[in-house]
């Protein structure tokens, strides 16, 4: 999902490939020397025990295993095996006290490292539990799975926000209605999307190499879709190759072909994804990263990466949509300046989106009470709210991930790089980030 406005539409990241498995890179096999109980090796048998537990868990959850692209054998085992839910808690229990009792490792990656595997471990189990019919309340659920919880807002928060966008789109009639119809001038025509999009993707990419060095044969796909709940994904397919789907059920807007080409490819998750495999994978052998289990905290790092990174690869979004993006989708530029004011001002209400989330899943908001609150908090169009609720249905709380996960990554860079960082600086430590086995609680 995208910054600005970013709330509404609904990116999610990579996906499962154990169809590709065979073309994926296999870790630069273990290190030649290789004792089975001493530090860190012995992390290596638990980060393959690991991974072949979340693929046990896939056996249950078809949307769990969001991108694999380990040895198809083990892909075929956990198949074959199909282990019950009882038996991969128990065995997810024994490994999580495998790697407590490997020693903290002094090297500050390694131990971060360890820290990957038991967090996940942790949220692997509560996944278990889900699946085995335990209900969690949102807040837990969050907490359990992605390492973080966002706080509680009220009407109130919302309410002061709308006033902003009343003022900019005066008239008569609800306010959602106006904004749609004013939005409705910035909707890129259908044979215009290929172009934009591509010139979006080509744009990013080329700003993102200028501080990200990536394989040189890395590369991605780019195809349209039709009825998903979300509004992009990114399947990422290993050796650097991603297939990028675009859903184009309702309208595109403009903004949204920034938001996708930074969100889903540069420097999102493809890149995320491929700075994962090659530092972690092929540099160190670290088999945990060639699997990536979509409910868990990877997830709040990928996507809150994924939306501030439009930010760092855009911070011109206005200057860069009016010369570029609105003439090729033969939109006034003249209008760009109030198009980007209305979007930043919408984006600020994306927490309403984590809001309704919240009060449909705990039971206090029915499911259609939940879609009106969408539409009087979000701002957004009754077809996109139903879009949104059909995205709540199916990820529940993984909502958090966008907007708490970009506020959070954005702390991060911006605390680490200083406050008069230079955008080479932020570059660095972004890149950083996303090649490390960093956790959300890491962020703080
Ligand atoms: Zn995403």
């Given at each position: 999902m995208?910054?600005?406005?970013?709330l509404l539409s609904v990116l999610v990241l990579t996906s499962s490939?154990?169809?590709?498995?065979?073309?994926?890179?296999?870790?630069?096999?273990?290190?030649?020397?290789?004792?089975?109980?001493?530090?860190?090796?012995?992390?290596?048998?638990?980060?393959?025990?690991?991974?072949?537990?979340?693929?046990?868990?896939?056996?249950?959850d078809g949307n769990y295993v969001d991108?694999?692209?380990?040895?198809?054998?083990?892909?075929?085992?956990?198949?074959?095996?199909?282990?019950?839910?009882?038996?991969?808690?128990?065995?997810?229990?024994?490994?999580?006290?495998?790697?407590?009792?490997?020693?903290?490792?002094?090297?500050?990656?390694?131990?971060?490292?360890?820290?990957?595997?038991?967090?996940?471990?942790?949220a692997?189990?509560?996944r278990?539990?889900m699946l085995?019919?335990?209900?969690l309340?949102f807040?837990?659920e969050s907490?359990a799975l992605y390492?973080?919880?966002d706080?509680?807002?009220?009407?109130?928060?919302?309410?002061?926000?709308?006033?902003?966008?009343?003022?900019?789109?005066?008239?008569?009639?609800?306010?959602?209605?106006?904004?749609?119809?004013?939005?409705?001038?910035?909707?890129?025509?259908?044979?215009?999307?290929?172009?934009?999009?591509?010139?979006?993707?080509?744009?990013?990419?080329?700003?993102?190499?200028?501080?990200?060095?990536?394989?040189?044969?890395?590369?991605?796909?780019?195809?349209?879709?039709?009825?998903k709940p979300w509004g992009g994904y990114?399947?990422?397919?290993?050796?650097?190759?991603?297939?990028?789907?675009?859903n184009?059920?309702?309208?595109?807007?403009?903004?949204?072909?920034?938001?996708?080409?930074?969100?889903?490819?540069?420097?999102?998750?493809?890149?995320?994804?491929?700075?994962?495999?090659?530092?972690?994978?092929?540099?160190?052998?670290?088999?945990?990263?060639?699997?990536y289990p979509l409910f868990s905290?990877m997830s709040l790092?990928a996507e809150?990466?994924?939306?501030?990174?439009?930010?760092?690869?855009?911070?011109?979004?206005?200057?860069?949509?009016?010369?570029?993006?609105?003439?090729?989708?033969?939109?006034?530029?003249?209008?760009?300046?109030?198009?980007?004011?209305?979007?930043?001002?919408?984006?600020?209400?994306?927490?309403?989106g984590n809001?309704a989330a919240r009060?449909y899943l705990?039971?206090?908001?029915?499911?259609?009470?939940a879609?009106?609150?969408l539409?009087?908090?979000?701002?957004?169009?009754?077809?996109?709210?139903?879009q949104r609720m059909a995205f709540i249905d199916t990820y529940r709380s993984y909502v958090i991930n966008y907007n708490l996960g970009?506020?959070?990554?954005?702390?991060?860079?911006?605390?680490?790089?200083?406050?008069?960082?230079?955008?080479?600086?932020?570059?660095?430590?972004?890149?950083?980030?996303?090649?490390?086995?960093?956790?959300?609680?890491?962020?703080?």
């Amino acid at each position: 999902m995208p910054p600005r406005f970013r709330l509404l539409s609904v990116l999610v990241l990579t996906s499962s490939v154990l169809a590709c498995a065979t073309r994926g890179a296999t870790p630069t096999s273990e290190p030649s020397t290789n004792p089975p109980m001493t530090t860190p090796s012995s992390l290596d048998s638990s980060a393959e025990q690991y991974v072949k537990l979340v693929l046990a868990v896939g056996q249950h959850d078809g949307n769990y295993v969001d991108a694999y692209y380990g040895p198809e054998a083990w892909a075929k085992e956990a198949e074959a095996a199909k282990l019950p839910l009882p038996e991969i808690a128990a065995r997810a229990a024994a490994l999580v006290k495998a790697v407590e009792d490997v020693p903290v490792p002094d090297d500050a990656l390694v131990a971060m490292r360890r820290r990957f595997l038991l967090t996940q471990l942790s949220a692997l189990a509560a996944r278990v539990r889900m699946l085995s019919g335990e209900r969690l309340k949102f807040d837990e659920e969050s907490q359990a799975l992605y390492d973080a919880r966002d706080s509680q807002h009220t009407e109130a928060e919302f309410e002061a926000l709308r006033a902003g966008l009343d003022e900019l789109v005066p008239g008569q009639g609800p306010l959602t209605e106006r904004l749609e119809r004013f939005r409705q001038g910035f909707v890129i025509p259908k044979d215009k999307l290929d172009p934009v999009f591509r010139a979006a993707i080509e744009e990013a990419r080329r700003r993102t190499l200028k501080y990200v060095t990536l394989p040189a044969h890395e590369t991605f796909t780019l195809e349209y879709v039709t009825g998903k709940p979300w509004g992009g994904y990114n399947w990422f397919k290993g050796n650097a190759t991603s297939l990028i789907q675009v859903n184009t059920d309702l309208p595109i807007f403009i903004l949204r072909a920034i938001d996708l080409a930074a969100h889903e490819g540069y420097p999102g998750h493809h890149v995320y994804n491929a700075l994962l495999e090659q530092h972690l994978v092929r540099e160190r052998g670290w088999v945990e990263f060639q699997v990536y289990p979509l409910f868990s905290p990877m997830s709040l790092i990928a996507e809150g990466s994924a939306n501030y990174g439009i930010d760092v690869a855009f911070p011109d979004a206005e200057a860069y949509l009016r010369d570029v993006l609105f003439p090729l989708a033969g939109l006034d530029p003249k209008r760009a300046a109030d198009y980007v004011r209305m979007e930043s001002l919408s984006e600020k209400l994306s927490y309403a989106g984590n809001e309704a989330a919240r009060r449909y899943l705990d039971g206090t908001m029915s499911r259609e009470a939940a879609r009106d609150w969408l539409v009087r908090y979000a701002l957004i169009s009754p077809e996109r709210a139903a879009q949104r609720m059909a995205f709540i249905d199916t990820y529940r709380s993984y909502v958090i991930n966008y907007n708490l996960g970009r506020d959070l990554v954005k702390q991060y860079v911006e605390r680490q790089a200083g406050p008069e960082a230079t955008p080479a600086r932020r570059w660095e430590v972004f890149r950083e980030l996303l090649s490390s086995p960093r956790l959300p609680s890491d962020l703080r």
